[in-house]
């Protein structure tokens, strides 16, 4: 994301405060859910290695390191096979809405937001960072006894918090600097989602029989991987990375919702009683590229 798309971006964030939406909330539940899960299968002790205190868990059993290194391995693999299946029945939505490495790049985006006083600014990196903080710790609880950072010996502590603090440090300076770019041309699960997704019937479609787009093109400048949401039908050509070259729009759309609730924000502020662009499943005549929508305007 170029830094002028990226102001643009974050200036129509901003905006979009002024009025309450449901994707916020929305967002806290899918963020909780999914590191939630992250977090509490080490916790609970439904599998778990520790390197620290040799106390391995498997289904809340103390067991063997080769057990225990087994249950992981397959708990890891179980939890990509649960976001494999949803990208089947719609697409992207786990990138959009369940990813804590898209969450961080949310925050990225929340400290550039223009006007924020001292105090929001601080605020902001003081959000970003304890998020980043308990994504790195719920990833080190599938291999070590969290305990170990206060009860460890001083080698333990010495290796422990060294490895934390960077920990954190990586995940909120990608957040920041290098975000969306991330997920739109290095994630390798975002490239199978994108070869996978069932683009043909879920995803966001652009509805305007009722004429409501007022042609503002906030959905084009907040998108965050640069995608034009009201022609995500058509083929990207200028994606780089692992990006899968050709493939239509809709393939490489996080569905993160940006594009529905800044155009319902815009359209709202113009007195239209709905948005065009719509999350869900395609049905009716939407499924169409823009330069039809146009033409069957005139
Ligand atoms: S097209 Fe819309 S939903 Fe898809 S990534 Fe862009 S902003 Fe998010
Ligand atoms: S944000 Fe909505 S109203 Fe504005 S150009 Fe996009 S689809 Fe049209």
């Excluded at 397959?74 to 990138?95: D, E, H, P, Q």
Aim: net charge positive; charged share 20%; with cysteine.
């Amino acid at each position: 994301m170029s830094r002028d798309t990226s102001k643009r971006r974050v200036k129509l964030l901003k905006a979009e405060e002024k009025v309450s939406h449901r994707y916020p909330k929305l967002r806290v539940l899918s963020q909780a859910f999914s590191l939630g899960t992250l977090v509490l299968v080490p916790l609970s002790g439904l599998a778990r290695v520790d390197f620290w205190g040799d106390e391995h868990r498997l289904f809340f059993e103390p067991t063997s390191l080769k057990q225990a290194l087994g249950g992981v391995i397959i708990g890891i693999a179980a939890m990509y096979v649960l976001t494999f299946l949803s990208n089947v029945v719609a697409g992207r939505l786990f990138c959009g809405w369940g990813c804590p490495v898209g969450q961080i790049c949310r925050y990225g985006d929340a400290v550039e937001r223009p006007k924020l006083t001292r105090w929001q600014w601080r605020w902001t990196h003081l959000q970003g960072g304890a998020y980043s903080g308990l994504f790195v710790l719920s990833v080190l609880a599938w291999w070590v006894d969290l305990r170990v950072f206060y009860l460890g010996s001083p080698v333990a502590l010495l290796v422990m918090w060294p490895l934390l603090a960077f920990g954190v440090a990586g995940a909120f300076v990608h957040g920041r600097w290098w975000r969306w770019d991330f997920c739109k041309t290095v994630c390798p699960i975002g490239m199978y989602y994108s070869i996978m997704s069932p683009a043909s019937y879920f995803g966001i479609h652009f509805r305007n029989q009722e004429e409501t787009c007022i042609e503002c093109n906030a959905c084009d400048n907040i998108c965050p991987v640069s995608l034009p949401p009201r022609e995500l039908n058509l083929p990207i050509t200028n994606r780089t990375g692992l990006s899968i070259m050709d493939a239509p729009g809709h393939n490489h759309c996080l569905e993160c919702g940006d594009c529905i609730r800044v155009c319902e924000f815009m359209v709202g502020q113009a007195g239209k009683p709905s948005a065009p662009l719509r999350l869900g499943y395609f049905t009716g005549p939407q499924h169409q590229d823009r330069d039809t929508a146009l033409d069957s305007k005139e």
